[in-house]
Nanobody, 129 residues
Framework: VQLQASGGGLIQPGGSLRLSCAAF????????IGWFRQAPGKEREGVAC????????YYADSVKGRFTISRDNAKNLVYLQMSRLTAEDSAVYYC???????????????????????WGEGTQVTVSS
């Protein structure tokens, strides 16, 4: 299982950015996916998680109303659309997943990053003027 996050960059406060999580070597459909982030000196935290079919989404309180997680199974991608970004959103963002045969509530996934099995390389998001 190989994942790769991309789309990060330098963005001004209040701006928007869309991250992508790509799967290599397998079809993402049916796999629960989570977006996590880690800022320097802070613990990794869950940002948004989505069910295998995209029907259930969970968001951390800190991003609710600003971030949107979605998936395009035809393109084998999961997105994180981020808007109204602030400096507090600056971090390395990762996508991760658990075995397809394991089903967990999306909230449980997002609140326990240690339970995620496979991680993609992160993408840096820096919000600064």
């Amino acid at each position: 299982v190989q994942l790769q996050a991309s789309g990060g960059g330098l963005i001004q406060p209040g701006g928007s950015l869309r991250l992508s999580c790509a799967a290599f070597g397998f079809n993402l459909y049916g796999w629960q996916i989570g977006w996590f982030r880690q800022a320097p000196g802070k613990e990794r935290e869950g940002v948004a998680c989505i069910s295998g079919d995209g029907g259930v989404k969970y968001y951390a309180d800190s991003v609710k109303g600003r971030f949107t997680i979605s998936r395009d199974n035809a393109k084998n991608l999961v997105y994180l659309q981020m808007s109204r970004l602030t400096a507090e959103d600056s971090a390395v963002y990762y996508c991760a997943t658990i075995p397809r045969t394991v089903i967990r509530p999306e909230s449980a996934m997002c609140n326990n990053y240690r339970s995620m099995r496979w991680w993609g390389e992160g993408t840096q998001v820096t919000v600064s003027s």
